[in-house]
Nanobody
């Protein structure tokens, strides 16, 4: 059973920044495409950003492109999401996830989280006030 631990969320004003982190004690992130997903109140979960295991390719949803940066440190088994210029629409619970081995396209991983994506964390809440 994969367990993820997300942290770094909080309450921030519009235009502010937060840095999310994710680690796992039960899964080595090496070789896995990793990603951040979010779920806003009353909405379906959506893929925000994904990154290949080598950090060679990244994907960002249109809503966060240019404001968020995903990165990873495989040696520390940690995934990050730097979020700048935050907007109220960014409010939600953010989850990190590991794609099944072989699911190497970050666009594919972020576009459909209904299969082959392993969550397992409680998420971290981000609230952006206007």
């Amino acid at each position: 059973h994969v367990q993820m631990v997300e942290s770094g969320g909080g309450l921030v004003q519009t235009g502010g920044s937060l840095r999310l982190s994710c680690t796992s004690s039960g899964l080595s992130f090496t070789d896995h495409t990793m990603g951040w997903f979010r779920q806003a109140p009353g909405k379906e979960r959506e893929g925000v950003s994904c990154i290949t295991w080598s950090s060679g390719t990244t994907y960002y949803s249109d809503s966060v492109k240019g404001r968020f940066t995903i990165s990873r440190d495989n040696a520390k088994n940690t995934l990050y999401l730097q979020m700048n210029s935050l907007k109220p629409d960014d409010t939600g619970t953010y989850y990190c996830a590991a794609a099944d081995l072989g699911r190497d396209d970050p666009y594919d991983a972020c576009s459909d989280g209904s299969y082959g994506i392993n969550f397992g964390g409680k998420g971290t809440l981000v609230t952006v006030s206007s």
